[in-house]
């Protein structure tokens, strides 16, 4: 465990001087922003267009489009939290040593995970402003929202945890950047194609899209199955990175 939080510390340090941190927070907040910006002007048209006396709820015309928005940009924004966290230290020659260092590859793992998963929680944690600056002036379901963030801290948490796997597996950052934002894409949108599809491949491919799997939590459903899917994704590119360390261990 103290080689676990001293390394933890040592890659938010890292993280924290990095221009990393500072590109994540400035483009997360200006996009989350702007699709916040949106989203109220859709719901005010929304409210214009109702029928006198019909309340438009904020959950489905507001939060719903807005957090979906801001989870497809995190698609494309978490790869560089994890992009470096193994293949910089490759590029720098101190992997060997890391791994020769008295500790597990999970202890290894773990700490460079939570760093960026801290990071990644900071900045979903800063987008709560939004739903209470809407409280002010609308009604805001907590319980909702808390399904919805509890849903978009499991897909993040899934992308980071391929990232760091990809991290693992490649020489260069910017090459593990890319196998992620691919990878994590084709999870994204695969479910897109399956309207097309004959109905046994398109319940697997539903069963395996991350948007498919996240929507039940942004309506407000937390689903077990769901749950444990993102859970086992996490574990499945922990292993495999797990793997990838022990053997180079062993070699």
Same mark, same amino acid.
């Given at each position: $465990?103290?080689? @676990?939080?001293?390394?933890?510390?040592?890659?938010?340090? #890292?993280?924290?001087?990095?221009?990393?941190? *500072?590109?994540?927070?400035?483009?997360?907040?200006?996009? /989350? +922003?702007?699709?916040?910006?949106?989203?109220?002007?859709?719901?005010?048209?929304?409210?214009?267009? &109702?029928?006198? +006396?019909?309340?438009?709820?904020?959950?489905?015309?507001?939060?719903?489009?807005?957090?979906?928005?801001? $989870? @497809?940009?995190?698609? =494309?924004?978490?790869?560089?939290?994890?992009?470096?966290?193994?293949?910089?230290?490759?590029?720098?020659?101190?992997?060997?040593?890391?791994?020769? *260092?008295?500790?597990?590859?999970?202890?290894?793992?773990?700490?460079?995970?939570?760093? &960026?998963?801290?990071?990644?929680?900071? +900045?979903? =944690?800063?987008?709560? #402003? *939004?739903?209470?600056?809407?409280?002010?002036?609308?009604?805001?379901?907590? =319980?909702?929202?808390?399904?919805?963030?509890? +849903?978009?801290?499991?897909?993040?948490?899934? #992308?980071?945890?391929?990232?760091?796997?990809?991290?693992?597996?490649?020489?260069?950052?910017?090459?593990?950047?890319?196998?992620?934002?691919?990878? /994590?894409?084709?999870?994204?949108?695969?479910?897109?194609?399956?309207? *097309?599809?004959?109905?046994?491949?398109?319940?697997?491919?539903?069963?395996?899209?991350?948007?498919?799997?996240?929507?039940?939590?942004? =309506?407000?459903?937390?689903?077990?199955?769901?749950?444990?899917?993102?859970?086992?994704?996490?574990? &499945?590119?922990?292993?495999?990175? !797990? !793997?990838?360390? !022990?053997?180079?261990?062993?070699?």
């Amino acid at each position: $465990m103290q080689f @676990f939080w001293a390394l933890y510390r040592k890659e938010l340090r #890292i993280l924290s001087s990095s221009w990393i941190l *500072y590109v994540f927070f400035a483009l997360f907040l200006f996009f /989350s +922003g702007w699709f916040y910006y949106q989203g109220i002007l859709s719901y005010s048209a929304w409210s214009i267009q &109702a029928p006198a +006396g019909t309340v438009v709820n904020v959950q489905q015309h507001l939060f719903v489009p807005l957090y979906s928005n801001m $989870m @497809f940009f995190l698609v =494309l924004l978490l790869p560089i939290l994890t992009m470096r966290l193994v293949a910089e230290e490759r590029r720098q020659g101190t992997y060997a040593l890391l791994v020769t *260092y008295p500790g597990s590859p999970m202890a290894l793992l773990g700490a460079k995970y939570l760093s &960026a998963l801290t990071v990644f929680l900071g +900045g979903l =944690l800063c987008s709560g #402003i *939004y739903p209470l600056v809407t409280s002010l002036w609308g009604g805001v379901e907590w =319980l909702l929202l808390f399904s919805t963030y509890l +849903g978009i801290a499991l897909c993040g948490g899934a #992308i980071l945890a391929l990232g760091l796997f990809f991290s693992t597996l490649a020489e260069h950052y910017l090459v593990a950047a890319l196998l992620t934002e691919t990878v /994590s894409l084709f999870f994204w949108l695969i479910g897109w194609v399956a309207d *097309y599809l004959p109905d046994r491949l398109a319940r697997i491919l539903f069963g395996v899209s991350f948007y498919h799997r996240l929507r039940p939590f942004l =309506l407000g459903v937390v689903d077990t199955d769901d749950t444990l899917y993102f859970l086992s994704v996490i574990c &499945a590119f922990f292993l495999l990175g !797990y !793997y990838l360390i !022990y053997r180079e261990q062993r070699a």
